[in-house]
């Protein structure tokens, strides 16, 4: 008797957790994507934080060689890029440092724990009239393997994961 | 003349075994040295192989690491950077970068270490016993880092990142100036920031 009480005390709720479940994917497919054809990336900006040039440099190139990777926009100009007036559907990626913590990789290596390199971004994607169409904050860590470097790289991995998934 | 030989041939095969476990043993012992010393040479060598920065000849860099930035080339590929001609020439092998002085808008340098030990078989040390993949990252080498930012031909901007043994990324800098690049930053500014942390530690 005890068990068949416990039973139909369970079903109720795992329909409960079923429906929420499926309402919640639903949200997720009907979030419209952006449409966009092409993407250019403008040189990182660090007005907050002291970033070495060689990280600005970094995260720069490592943007562009995932967006390109990520093979989600027909074209990926670069700052500056005169050919991008004229493209059309075109989104803008403004990436503003606001956190950057350098490590050690030798620390890193010897302790495990210490030593790790981050860096914070906040990443804003607005048309060409500058209007905003998507903001997030994206954090690069390197916790074990690899250089210092290697934190401009994860957090190039994440950015462009954040294009392919709002962006048609 | 032969037979003693058979007959010791007949009762040989453990001692040819000893024998042959020896040599493998020296053969190792003999690797292990040169790599040691090679180790040891390598980064004792200086890898500038010349020249005046300051008349506009020709200066180049040996073991030059293009971290990445360059078209055509992969991440962390060694080769040899040049200033001459009005450029900057990167050589690894039989490919070629070159970059117009003319449109490097920045040159940088700064100071870092990497691990003595690198690359895969670095890597793969993480898994040598009793922390052994650890004592050896206590090894480093000190480098030196050149970071230029320059225009494509439509404008568009692009970043490089080298690294070069200690010492030598001012000279590539002056190097790179003289033949025409610009920078925000003198190359005596530089050189006193990084002198610096030196006087304080004395």
């Known amino acids: 008797m005890k068990f068949t009480h416990y039973l139909s005390a369970l079903v109720p709720l795992a329909l409960v957790l079923l429906f929420t479940g499926n309402t919640a994917l639903a949200q997720d497919k009907a979030r419209t994507k952006i449409p966009a054809s092409s993407i250019q990336i403008l040189a990182v900006q660090s007005n907050e934080v002291n970033l070495p040039i060689e990280f600005q440099l970094a995260l720069y190139e490592n943007l562009i060689e995932q967006m390109q990777k990520a093979n989600k926009f027909q074209h990926v100009y670069r700052d500056g890029d005169t050919a991008a007036a004229n493209a059309t559907d075109l989104v803008i990626l403004h990436s503003n440092v606001y956190g950057f913590t350098k490590g050690s990789e030798g620390k890193r290596q010897v302790t495990t724990v210490t030593g790790a390199t981050q860096i914070k971004v906040h990443c804003l994607f607005t048309d060409k009239a500058g209007k905003s169409e998507l903001a997030q904050d994206v954090t690069g860590n390197v916790r074990f393997i690899g250089g210092n470097l290697r934190a401009t790289f994860d957090l190039a991995k994440k950015v462009a994961q954040i294009a392919v998934t709002n962006f048609q | ?202």
């Open chain 2, 1 to 202: 003349m032969h037979e003693p030989d058979v007959q010791v041939g007949n009762s040989g095969p453990p001692l040819d075994e000893e024998k042959s476990n020896m040599k493998i043993l020296r053969a190792c012992t003999i690797l292990l040295a040169a790599a040691v010393i090679s180790m040891g040479v390598s980064s004792l060598a200086a890898p500038c192989l010349a020249q005046d920065a300051n008349t506009g000849v020709a200066v180049s860099f040996a073991d030059t690491k293009q971290v990445l930035g360059l078209e055509g080339l992969k991440h962390n590929v060694t080769g040899t950077l040049f200033a001459s001609n009005g450029s900057l020439v990167f050589t690894k092998g039989k490919k070629k970068v070159v970059v117009p002085a003319a449109s490097i808008q920045e040159v940088l340098t700064g100071q870092d270490t990497e691990r003595a030990i690198g690359g895969t078989v670095g890597t793969l040390t993480m898994f040598a016993p009793y922390g052994g993949g650890r004592f050896l990252s206590l090894f480093r080498t000190k480098i030196d880092t050149l970071s230029i930012e320059y225009l494509d031909p439509s404008g568009g901007i692009h970043g490089a990142i080298f690294t070069l043994a200690r010492g030598n990324a001012l000279s590539a800098k002056k190097a790179l100036l003289s033949q025409g690049a610009r920078t925000s930053a003198p190359v005596e500014v530089e050189a006193q920031a990084q002198a610096k942390p030196k006087e304080k530690k004395q």
